[in-house]
């Protein structure tokens, strides 16, 4: 069931929780199995009390790294988009590989980022400290160091309502340490991206990541570059 609720927390947490439960509660005879896909973590009690008031089996899938704080809540089946994500739930989950089409990689459509002969080098995600934008960034000069005519693009996508306030703390912090290293020049900002064309214009795609625990095995950004052709650069995090 999907249930339209305001943009804030009240609404996203507590008044989709309660309108979930009463759904539920008043429909409990039409469902044999109920299928839980929420990314926030408090939303799993909201998975467990419709368990027990409908007295019905409720699966629940787990994508990301929010899920295993509150992996003590006992539901009927674990679904987890990455091995990572089993090892923390146990015996009482399976691990379904989250589905890709890779069928639009490569593509013929294009940027023009820079200058013809110009070496591009890519970097694609939200500014949330995990995917170590600005660690990207403090690496720029000595990358220019050697390759001088190289041109440095991010694509960071819209805020999201749940993520704007930490995202736009990290946005302000790459721009800046983009003035503090002088990259304005250097650097080239985007918003949302068509992303196989975005792999097709780049040379390289770098994905600084800082934290994978619990998260996926390979991320799909990764994925989606090699099967443009493109190479990448990633780091080894814990």
């Known amino acids: 069931v999907m249930l339209q609720t305001r943009e804030t927390f009240f609404g996203r947490y507590v008044l989709f929780g309660l309108l979930s439960l009463l759904f539920f509660w008043r429909r409990r005879k039409d469902f044999d199995i109920i299928h839980c896909v929420a990314g926030h973590p408090g939303l799993a009690l909201v998975a467990w009390c419709i368990k027990v008031i409908t007295g019905r089996k409720v699966v629940r899938v787990v994508a990301g790294n929010f899920w295993p704080r509150l992996s003590w809540v006992k539901l009927d089946r674990t679904i ?12 009482r989950a399976v691990h379904i590989e989250r589905p890709m089409d890779l069928s639009q990689f490569p593509t013929t459509r294009r940027y ?59 946005r302000r912090k790459v721009e800046r340490l983009i003035g503090q290293l002088g990259l304005q020049e250097h650097v080239i900002f985007l918003g949302e991206v068509d992303v196989a064309a975005f792999f097709s214009s780049i040379d390289l795609f770098v994905l600084p ?26 780091s080894a995090a814990a």
Do not use: W
Request: aromatic share 4%.
């Open 209 to 234: 990541v800082q934290k994978t625990r619990r998260m996926a095995d390979i991320p799909t950004s990764v994925l989606e570059s090699l099967a443009s052709g493109c190479p990448v650069v990633t």
């Open 80 to 91: 987890c988009t990455s091995q990572n994500l089993k090892r923390t739930f146990g015996d």
């Open 112 to 170: 023009s980022f820079a200058r013809p002969g110009n070496r591009v080098i890519g970097a694609l995600g939200t500014t949330v400290s995990r995917h170590g934008l600005d660690v990207f960034v403090m690496a720029v000069p000595y990358l220019l160091a050697r390759h001088p005519e190289a041109s440095i693009v991010l694509s960071i996508p819209e805020s999201k309502a749940r993520q704007a306030a930490v995202e736009e703390r990290g």
